[in-house]
C-alpha cells in the first residue's frame, strides 16, 4: 500500500547542531509539506514543495531549510538547532490537480523532536 | 488575531450524546473547508471536507458552514469513545493560478468521551 512515512520517531539532540528529519512517500504525488505541532498553535507550516527542484517558505520557516531532489522525500533540515524547535514535525503530501482545487493533505506520523 | 479561531477544550461528554465542535474564521475569500481528526501521537486525517456554504452529512458525522457568520461546525452524533480524538479544523483559499492551495489550520479541540 502507498504510505507516507517520517524518520525518526523521536530524536534529542543539542543546541547548535544540525539536524536533519526525513519524509518519504510512495503516492508519487507532486506536493509535499512541512508543519510543525505545538501546544496553542495548531498546525503551522515550515516549507512546502510542489515538485522537483521547487521549493517555498512557509508561514514558520527562519531556521529550516528543505530540498527536492525526487519526487518521493522531502528531508526538513534544521541548520543550528534551538530549543524554539524542540515540536513534533509532520511531513504531508497531496496530488496536483489544475484549475484551482484543493487538494487532500496525507500526513505522516509525526517526528518528536527535543532540542536541549 | 488568528485567521482561524477553534477553542482547545478539553471537551468531555458522555457516550452517546451530540458533539458540537466550532470554528471561527476572518478571512472571507476561504472556500473550502475540512475537519482533520488526530489521535493522540499520530498524523492528522483527513474527516470531511466541504465547498463554499452548506452541510454534509457522513454517518454520524455532518459538517456546516456558514459564511456569512464565518463560522464552521462539525456535529457528532452518538459519540463513541473511539470518537476521543482532537479535531481541527482547517479551511483554504481556492487558487487557480497554483497547482495546490496552501491549508491553514485551526489549533485543535480536545474531546474527550466517557464510557
Known amino acids: 500500500d502507498a504510505e507516507i512515512t517520517q524518520s525518526p520517531r523521536h530524536k534529542i539532540t543539542e543546541t547548535g547542531r544540525q539536524v536533519t528529519l526525513a519524509c518519504h512517500q510512495t503516492w508519487n504525488h507532486n506536493n509535499m509539506f512541512w508543519y510543525r505541532q505545538d501546544l496553542g498553535h495548531g498546525l503551522r507550516l515550515i516549507h512546502y514543495s510542489y515538485g522537483v527542484q521547487d521549493t517555498n517558505k512557509g508561514e514558520v520557516s527562519d531556521g529550516y531549510s528543505v530540498s527536492r531532489s525526487n519526487t518521493e522525500d522531502l528531508p526538513l533540515t534544521l541548520e543550528s538547532a534551538a530549543s524554539s524547535q524542540t515540536s513534533v514535525y509532520f511531513c504531508a503530501s497531496s496530488e496536483s490537480r489544475r484549475g484551482g482545487s484543493t487538494d487532500t493533505q496525507y500526513f505522516g506520523p509525526g517526528t518528536r523532536l527535543t532540542v536541549l | 488575531q488568528k485567521e482561524v479561531e477553534q477553542d482547545p477544550g478539553p471537551l468531555s461528554v458522555p457516550e452517546g450524546a451530540i458533539v458540537s465542535l466550532n470554528c471561527t474564521y476572518s478571512n472571507s475569500a476561504f472556500q473550502y473547508f475540512m475537519w482533520y481528526r488526530q489521535y493522540s501521537r499520530k498524523g492528522p486525517e483527513l474527516l470531511m471536507y466541504?465547498?463554499?456554504?452548506g452541510n454534509k452529512e457522513d454517518g454520524r458525522f455532518t459538517a456546516q458552514v456558514d459564511k456569512s457568520s464565518k463560522y464552521i461546525s462539525l456535529f457528532i452524533r452518538d459519540s463513541q469513545p473511539s470518537d476521543s480524538a482532537t479535531y481541527l479544523c482547517?479551511?483554504?483559499?481556492?487558487?487557480?493560478?497554483?497547482?495546490?492551495?496552501?491549508?491553514?489550520f485551526g489549533s485543535g479541540t480536545r474531546l474527550s468521551i466517557r464510557p
Open positions: 482547517a479551511m483554504s483559499l481556492l487558487s487557480p493560478y497554483s497547482s495546490a492551495s496552501k491549508i491553514i
Open positions: 466541504t465547498y463554499s456554504s
